[in-house]
Nanobody
Framework: EVRVVEGGWGWVQAGGWLRLTCVAS????????MGWFGQAPGKEGVGLGS???????KYEDSAKERFTISQDNAKNTVYLQMKNVNLDDTAMYYC??????????????????????WGQGTKVTVSA
């Protein structure tokens, strides 16, 4: 069974930074593309970025300046680092996995319907 579990800091002050983690298990990690998504209260979810088995990253335009996605294959872990956070970053953040494919890898940014396995999400609150 494939499992994806997010973790990380739940609260951060505006202007600060934080790092979320995503640990995946139950499959050959290197065969997957991992994506990060965010959903602010009352808003639709948005794709933030993805990373593939080659370590190549893609970001949505709204995320590329302040968000960095990285991975540690030995730990089956993907990271989302956010810097200079602001109140609008308050959201649930989800990590998801899907089988590697060139179509998905070549997309400009992650598309939710491409991803098969989802974590339960981790809540981030940014305070003033």
């Amino acid at each position: 069974e494939v499992r994806v579990v997010e973790g990380g800091w739940g609260w951060v002050q505006a202007g600060g930074w934080l790092r979320l983690t995503c640990v995946a298990s139950g499959y050959t990690y290197s065969q997957y593309i991992m994506g990060w998504f965010g959903q602010a209260p009352g808003k639709e979810g948005v794709g933030l970025g993805s990373i593939d088995l080659y370590g190549r990253t893609k970001y949505e335009d709204s995320a590329k300046e302040r968000f960095t996605i990285s991975q540690d294959n030995a730990k089956n872990t993907v990271y989302l680092q956010m810097k200079n956070v602001n109140l609008d970053d308050t959201a649930m953040y989800y990590c998801a996995a899907t089988w590697y494919s060139t179509d998905v890898a070549n997309r400009r940014g992650p598309v939710a319907t491409d991803f098969r396995y989802w974590g339960q999400g981790t809540k981030v609150t940014v305070s003033a």
